[in-house]
């Protein structure tokens, strides 16, 4: 479990947030003899910290509060953890479970407005779901200034930037992802390590409106 301070200041950067606009963008270079050519995108939501997760197992639940509170809307981990499991206990959840979870009306607990929000998994290994083009799909989704849920090695992560290296018929292969991570012990804005990119078995869209 995390501290009250921990917990605190994860609020706060979620107030915080609601604030700043996310820039997002798609930058190539030239094409090499080979045809292959290096492409980062992403958005950027400056230099606050995103909400850390407040117990050990709610690394989703602190991506979807992240992911919310990038749209302008409050809802917090317990609640979130609330609506899955019928009350705030610090459980782990699957890929179906979060994205069944995103899925719906929410509340903002802020100012009482109503706003929907959709997952869609993308990827997701242990139940079958894989789509080869994955990555054009997750880059066109962060140039949009979309973040994704990332799941890699049992561990959730906001998915914010992705270096990858593209073919002119627009296929993809990633080569490093840039993540806002919940986990206090670890830096909030990290690339994912080699072993943390081949195994990334989660990847999902989430739409707010």
Same mark, same amino acid.
Request: one cysteine or more.
């Given at each position: 479990m995390l501290t009250r301070r921990s917990i605190v200041t994860g609020l706060a950067a979620t107030a915080a947030m609601q604030?700043?606009?996310a820039l997002a963008n798609l930058a190539c270079s030239a094409f090499n003899q080979a045809g292959i050519q290096q492409c980062t995108a992403g958005l950027e939501i400056g230099t606050v910290t995103t909400p850390l997760q407040q117990c050990k197992s709610w690394c989703w639940a602190a991506c979807i509060e992240t992911i919310f509170a990038l749209r302008g809307h409050r809802v917090a981990q317990p609640t979130i953890a609330t609506r899955l499991f019928g009350g705030d206990v610090c459980w782990s959840a699957v890929g179906p479970q979060i994205i069944s979870t995103v899925? %719906?009306?929410?509340?903002d607990e802020e100012n009482g407005t109503q706003f929907s929000a959709s997952g869609f998994p993308?990827?997701?290994m242990q139940f079958g779901v894989w789509n080869m083009n994955a990555a054009p799909i997750v880059a066109t989704e962060l140039a949009n200034g979309y973040p994704l849920i990332?799941?890699?090695l049992g561990h959730a992560t906001v998915l914010t930037e992705m270096t990858y290296l593209r073919d002119r018929f627009g296929r993809g292969m990633p080569?490093?992802?840039t993540v806002r991570d919940p986990w206090p012990?670890?830096?909030n804005r990290r690339s994912l390590n080699a072993q943390e990119v081949a %195994?990334?078995?989660f990847l999902a869209l989430v739409r707010v409106s």
């Amino acid at each position: 479990m995390l501290t009250r301070r921990s917990i605190v200041t994860g609020l706060a950067a979620t107030a915080a947030m609601q604030s700043t606009s996310a820039l997002a963008n798609l930058a190539c270079s030239a094409f090499n003899q080979a045809g292959i050519q290096q492409c980062t995108a992403g958005l950027e939501i400056g230099t606050v910290t995103t909400p850390l997760q407040q117990c050990k197992s709610w690394c989703w639940a602190a991506c979807i509060e992240t992911i919310f509170a990038l749209r302008g809307h409050r809802v917090a981990q317990p609640t979130i953890a609330t609506r899955l499991f019928g009350g705030d206990v610090c459980w782990s959840a699957v890929g179906p479970q979060i994205i069944s979870t995103v899925s %719906g009306i929410w509340t903002d607990e802020e100012n009482g407005t109503q706003f929907s929000a959709s997952g869609f998994p993308l990827l997701d290994m242990q139940f079958g779901v894989w789509n080869m083009n994955a990555a054009p799909i997750v880059a066109t989704e962060l140039a949009n200034g979309y973040p994704l849920i990332n799941g890699a090695l049992g561990h959730a992560t906001v998915l914010t930037e992705m270096t990858y290296l593209r073919d002119r018929f627009g296929r993809g292969m990633p080569v490093e992802f840039t993540v806002r991570d919940p986990w206090p012990e670890n830096p909030n804005r990290r690339s994912l390590n080699a072993q943390e990119v081949a %195994g990334t078995n989660f990847l999902a869209l989430v739409r707010v409106s």
